[in-house]
T-cell receptor, first 115, second 118 residues
Framework: DAGVIQSPRHEVTEMGQEVTLRCKPI?????LFWYRQTMMRGLELLIY????????DSGMPEDRFSAKMPNASFSTLKIQPSEPRDSAVYFC?????????????FGPGTRLTVL | AQKITQTQPGMFVQEKEAVTLDCTYD???????LFWYKQPSSGEMIFLIY??????QNATEGRYSLNFQKARKSANLVISASQLGDSAMYFC???????????????FGKGTKLTVNP
């Protein structure tokens, strides 16, 4: 069974450009999470969805960030315009939820570099 | 205030020895779950072990066990018989099951870098 799939794996862009990160969760999982990992701030939850509906976006840094989940098998995280401080590894994760012990399964991450 | 504290930025252990990675947490929620994840240098996040706040026994999973001391709010990860492949970052995380904003949120600590020496 395929795990969480993220694309691209690496993205290098220039300041001011739009960046779109993509995620395909594990089939059957009802929850999808977007995280950002940096040396300074560690692993932070940006937003998460339940059944394609955003539940908590309190971690989204600012209006330049937006996330969508148009269907159960696809989500995007968009940064427009991008800034050098957005450079980080962005992880997507999914889980089946429902029970306290249900772990989150992480994708391989997208390493974003904004020049 | 930090909800998850991992006080050891780095730890070293000899191959085949046991090592304990510390994790303390802060919550007023009586119902919560604690998770440990491993992140090798390749970058992926790998789930290791889970402990529920109401679990009577410490969780074990192969060479991993969790030393859960509820009164002290600590959930230390014990790795027995360390192997070279255990060298990685280790993250402790908590989910508060009664919290507003949904009970699925995971809050991570800053991590501990473990190095296993041959």
């Amino acid at each position: 069974d395929a795990g969480v799939i993220q694309s691209p794996r690496h993205e290098v862009t220039e300041m001011g450009q739009e960046v779109t990160l993509r995620c395909k969760p594990i089939s059957g999982h009802d929850y999808l999470f977007w995280y950002r990992q940096t040396m300074m701030r560690g692993l932070e939850l940006l937003i998460y969805f339940n059944n394609n509906v955003p539940i908590d976006d309190s971690g989204m840094p600012e209006d330049r960030f937006s996330a969508k989940m148009p269907n159960a098998s696809f989500s995007t995280l968009k940064i427009q315009p991008s800034e050098p401080r957005d450079s980080a590894v962005y992880f997507c994760a999914s889980s089946s939820g429902g029970y306290s012990y249900n772990e989150q399964f992480f994708g391989p991450g997208t390493r974003l570099t904004v020049l | 205030a930090q909800k998850i504290t991992q006080t050891q930025p780095g730890m070293f252990v000899q191959e085949k020895e046991a090592v304990t990675l510390d994790c303390t947490y802060d919550t007023s929620d009586p119902s919560y779950g604690l998770f440990w994840y491993k992140q090798p240098s390749s970058g992926e996040m790998i789930f290791l072990i889970y402990q529920g706040s109401y679990d009577q026994q410490n969780a074990t999973e192969g060479r991993y066990s969790l030393n859960f001391q509820k009164a002290r709010k600590s959930a230390n990860l014990v790795i027995s018989a360390s192997q070279l492949g255990d060298s990685a970052m280790y993250f402790c995380a908590m989910r508060e099951l009664s919290s507003q904003g949904g009970s699925e949120k995971l809050v991570f600590g800053k991590g501990t870098k473990l190095t296993v020496n041959p």
